[in-house]
């Protein structure tokens, strides 16, 4: 009997077993799987709502979004950790460089990313008018940088919940109506 070994990086060693004779081996019938991965742990999950979320801003009216900067109501928006271990955590703010740590508590930041708009980098960039963006915010009011880490949170062993708003807000660019729509991917850091 012939024995053929996988070899899966991280730890593991996946061996089989077959039942090859020389006879059985035909030319061009013979290769070799290289499998590569990691295991990660991390302190908290994620529960599934949380991962797709639509954010319904409802009707925003022109009439409060006159001039550049006005704003129309802000809505939030939740993210629900789950399973948060105790574990020590650690995160240098990107803004501030202060570190943020606990020995036995889960410590995360948020980089939310999507395209910023023309006019008004800071704002996220929507489709279908022109003249508003999307301002994010986190729970004490912090504006978020596009594509940058936010600032460390602290999470509760068990469940927690952060939550962040986004809020209409008008550029410089002509103001149009009709529907819109934007997307933002959000990454979670655990470091």
């Known amino acids: 009997m012939k024995s053929h070994t996988v070899k899966i990086w991280g730890g593991l060693l996946l061996a089989f077993m077959g039942s090859a004779s020389a006879d059985d081996e035909v030319e061009g019938m013979n290769g070799l799987l290289n499998i590569t991965g990691a295991m990660h742990e991390p302190p908290c999950g994620l529960e599934m709502p949380s991962l797709h979320q639509t954010i319904d ?17 802000a809505v939030a928006f939740q993210l629900h950790f789950t399973d948060c271990q105790r574990t020590a955590g650690s995160i240098r703010s990107e803004r501030t460089g202060n570190l ?10 948020v980089a939310f990313v999507a395209p910023a708009d023309a006019d008004d980098p800071r704002l996220v960039k929507v489709q279908g008018i022109t003249g508003m963006g999307l301002r994010l915010t986190d729970d004490q009011g912090r504006d978020v940088q596009l594509g ?21 807000t008008r550029t410089s660019a002509p103001l149009t109506s009709g529907a819109f729509r934007a997307v933002v991917d959000f990454r979670l850091n655990y470091d």
């Open 57 to 73: 801003l409802g009707v925003v009216s022109t009439s409060q979004l006159k001039r550049p900067g006005d704003q129309a109501t």
């Open 148 to 168: 940058s880490r936010g600032e460390p949170l602290f999470l509760a062993l068990g469940s927690s919940s952060r939550a962040w708003h986004v809020q209409p």
């Open 100 to 109: 943020t740590w606990s020995a036995f508590q889960p410590v995360l930041s």
